[in-house]
Nanobody, 125 residues
Framework: QVQLVESGGGLVQAGGSLRLSCAAFRRTFSTYIMAWFRQAPGKEREFVAAITWSGGSTYYQDSVKGRFTISRDNVKNTVYLQMNSLKPEDTAVYYC??????????????????WGQGTQVTVSS
């Protein structure tokens, strides 16, 4: 019921900034929650941030709180992840995810039904 198209990944130096975008093409007018996950080689996919589509409530992993900001543009139907003060430890494939829900479904990947293809973020020192 929703197609996710990601962009904005790339290579950046430590301490720099990068903004990821996720365009959501909804097939219905249902309420969705949008989220970002990331997965480094050899590690499990982990939750990064989430935002409710209507209310704009946000949720963050503690390690990125204060550095990353998730936001949405209801006119463009796009969710953003602004990443500042990037560290080499942030290097991973970042995925956009969505779920048909009115409230935060949790930080587990299985709670989200729709996923983008992923975009590589590499932070060099």
């Amino acid at each position: 019921q929703v197609q996710l198209v990601e962009s904005g990944g790339g290579l950046v130096q430590a301490g720099g900034s990068l903004r990821l975008s996720c365009a959501a093409f909804r097939r219905t007018f249902s309420t969705y929650i949008m989220a970002w996950f990331r997965q480094a080689p050899g590690k499990e996919r982990e939750f990064v941030a989430a935002i409710t589509w209507s209310g704009g409530s946000t949720y963050y992993q503690d390690s990125v709180k204060g550095r990353f900001t998730i936001s949405r543009d209801n006119v463009k139907n796009t969710v953003y992840l602004q990443m500042n003060s990037l560290k080499p430890e942030d290097t991973a494939v970042y995925y956009c995810a969505a779920d048909r829900a009115d409230t935060f479904p949790g930080s587990r990947s299985w709670a989200y039904d729709y996923w983008g293809q992923g975009t590589q973020v590499t932070v060099s020192s």
